[in-house]
């Protein structure tokens, strides 16, 4: 079995900085592609930023030139970096990893519970 887990969420004013990390731990083998999606009331879920095992990067237009994620292989971590928060950054935030567990070939696709993140005007 393979858990993320998510911290680092909260209230912010706009303009402010929040650090997100997230943990993957149990069973596993590799990651592949680890990454943040986020789902605002009423919204879509939308992908903010992905890093591959190799560090490439990307993400949603919205975010780029503000957040950066980084990722720690050996600890099996992705971190996101808020920087210069909006209101409309508002939503609750996912980690995502593609892992590969002992006993298996293949890759599979794992979120966490999620972690608010609130930035008031």
Do not use: H
């Not at 986020?38 to 919205?62: C, F, H, M, W």
């Not at 950054?89 to 006993?103: E, L």
């Not at 999620?114 to 008031?120: D, N």
């Amino acid at each position: 079995q393979v858990q993320l887990v998510e911290s680092g969420g909260g209230l912010v004013q706009a303009g402010g900085s929040l650090r997100l990390s997230c943990l993957a731990s149990g069973s596993i083998v590799s990651i592949n592609a680890m990454g943040w999606y986020r789902q605002a009331p009423g919204k879509q879920r939308e992908l903010v930023a992905r890093i591959t095992s190799g560090g490439s990067t990307n993400y949603a237009e919205s975010v780029k030139g503000r957040f950066t994620i980084s990722r720690d292989n050996a600890k099996n971590t992705v971190l996101l970096q808020m920087n210069s928060l909006k209101p409309e950054d508002t939503a609750v935030y996912y980690c995502n990893a593609i892992v590969m567990q002992y006993g298996s070939s293949y890759y599979r696709d794992y979120r966490g519970q999620g972690t608010q993140v609130t930035v008031s005007s």
